[in-house]
């Protein structure tokens, strides 16, 4: 079956750091651009960023300010998120999320998600 | 940043009514326009991409329109599954953004 499973949520006090993971199965992860998108407690859905599929280009929200990093290990069919100075604002649930076409034919759609993971960002 | 702009927020509903949600852009986004289901606890799971293109395995009740500024997202007849919150998110340029959301409510 094809999924993504996301990992390294918790609870981190303001200012510190967090890095989620996102592990991919059961699909040529190294021909889709991957993307990161949160939901903060009660409200919608925010794109936080995007890489393409070889890791060149990428792509961030203006709200993050350069605190975020995106990459990924084709090797090991992996999508990263380096969280670093977080604030109480950060709180959310992150999902990965696969486009729904390979390559350079990336539509920015998005078909395939994890179930989450949850970041609390709190003294 | 392109702002995407749900209308209504919220919307009461009956099984078997005929749903019509609207999405408008800031600017032109041609047809770059995506269309997704969020039901409680779960993730978002695609029903439309590129305005009008239904995805793999959603049914039929459910279409897209329009292009440029304006979208719609119409439901023919609502099914009890049907009741989640619905969200645009245009994939024109990035930064990739996302209406606020449409809930659908039993009547």
């Known amino acids: 079956e094809v999924q993504l499973v996301e990992s390294g949520g918790g609870l981190v006090k303001p200012g510190g750091s967090l890095r989620l993971s996102c592990a991919a199965s059961e699909f040529t992860f190294s021909t889709y651009f991957m993307t990161w998108v949160r939901q903060a407690p009660g409200r919608g859905l925010e794109w936080v960023s995007t890489?393409?599929?070889?890791?060149?280009?990428?792509y961030y929200a203006d709200s993050l300010k350069g605190r975020f990093t995106v990459s990924r290990d084709n090797t090991k069919n992996s999508l990263f998120l380096q969280m670093n100075s977080l604030r109480a604002e950060d709180t959310a649930i992150y999902y990965c999320?696969?486009?729904?076409?390979?390559?350079?034919?990336?539509?920015?759609?998005?078909?395939?998600w994890g179930q989450g993971t949850t970041v609390t960002v709190s003294s | 940043d392109i702002q995407m702009t749900q209308s209504p927020s919220s919307l009461s509903t009956s099984i078997g009514d005929r749903v019509t949600i609207t999405c408008r852009a800031s600017q032109s986004i041609n047809y770059d326009l995506n269309w997704y289901q969020q039901k409680p606890g779960k993730a978002p799971k695609l029903l439309i991409h590129t305005a009008s293109r239904l995805q793999s395995g959603v049914p039929s009740r459910f279409s897209g329109s329009g292009s440029g500024t304006d979208f719609t997202l119409t439901i023919s007849s609502l099914q009890t599954e049907d009741f989640a919150t619905y969200y645009c998110q245009q994939s024109y340029t990035y930064p990739y953004t996302f209406g606020q959301g449409t809930k659908l409510e039993i009547k």
């Open positions: 890489i393409s599929s070889s890791g060149t280009y990428r």
């Open positions: 999320a696969r486009d729904i076409y390979t390559y350079n034919d990336a539509l920015g759609a998005f078909d395939i």
